[in-house]
């Protein structure tokens, strides 16, 4: 398996709050990307990143903010978590530009909010 | 923006059986990678199989083995002797090469009876 880890697995949290969830990645990746699935939409892209300090949006952003200060590290923050950002995280990296083998997952988060 | 569609939310199959499931996509480029992904319910995204847009070829992987109609847009999905394992939500997904993003369908959930 890729080694790709995302922390928390599971998380309850309250409306009004900030989370972070982190994925932390051992294969030196330069692209990481953070999805979120829900029943019926499959997975959509929230946010990128093409390198450090390099993000761009995709196409569920709002609400969303990221960082990647580290090329191992990626972060997805909830500034303040709402009942519609309850899903299941993931995060991905896949292979550089003209590659797109594979695409690497990890675990998944399920994050609820009530 | 490219757009994929699985219209088929869930279909059954039995044991040992073969079942199609179904991929229609939207672009305009001529260079592209499509996937199909297997996510049981460990929630672990899985390749099932890859192929290039530029292939005529199509991917075959054991059992599976896709249908690449590069004019009529289509990638379908042939799972020939299903097995119990098979049970899952299968994803089809797009990648334009030299863009890594994925663009995922909403998935078809698969059952597989004994």
């Known amino acids: 398996d890729a080694g790709i880890t995302q922390s928390p697995r599971h998380k309850v949290t309250e409306t009004g709050t900030p989370v972070t969830l982190r994925c932390h990645q051992t294969?030196?990746?330069?692209?990481m990307y953070w999805y979120r699935q829900d029943p019926g939409h499959g997975l959509r892209l929230i946010h990128y990143?093409?390198?450090?300090?390099?993000?761009d949006k995709g196409e569920v952003s709002d609400g969303y903010s990221v960082s990647r200060s580290k090329t191992e590290d990626f972060l997805l923050t909830l500034e303040s978590a709402t009942s519609s950002q309850t899903s299941v995280y993931f995060c991905?990296?896949?292979?550089?530009?003209?590659?797109?083998?594979?695409?690497?997952f990890g675990q998944g988060t399920r994050l609820t909010v009530v | 923006a490219q757009t994929v569609t699985q219209s088929q939310p869930e279909m059954s199959v039995q044991e040992a059986e073969t079942v199609t499931l179904s991929c229609t996509y939207d672009?305009?480029?001529?260079?592209?990678?499509l996937f199909w992904y297997k996510q049981p319910p460990s929630r672990q995204m899985i390749l099932v199989i890859r192929?290039?847009?530029?292939?005529?070829q199509n991917a075959t992987e054991n059992r599976f083995s896709v249908n690449f109609q590069k004019a009529a847009k289509s990638f379908s999905l042939k799972i020939s002797d299903s097995q119990l394992g098979d049970a899952a939500m299968y994803f089809c997904?797009?990648?334009?090469?030299?863009?890594?993003?994925?663009?995922f369908g909403k998935g078809t959930k698969l059952t597989v009876n004994p």
């Open positions: 991905a990296i896949i292979g550089g530009p003209g590659l797109a083998t594979e695409a690497f």
């Open positions: 997904a797009y990648s334009l090469s030299g863009s890594e993003k994925l663009v």
């Open positions: 990143s093409y390198g450090v300090k390099d993000t």
């Open positions: 192929q290039e847009a530029y292939k005529q």
């Open positions: 294969e030196n990746h330069r692209y």
């Open positions: 672009t305009s480029e001529s260079d592209y990678y």
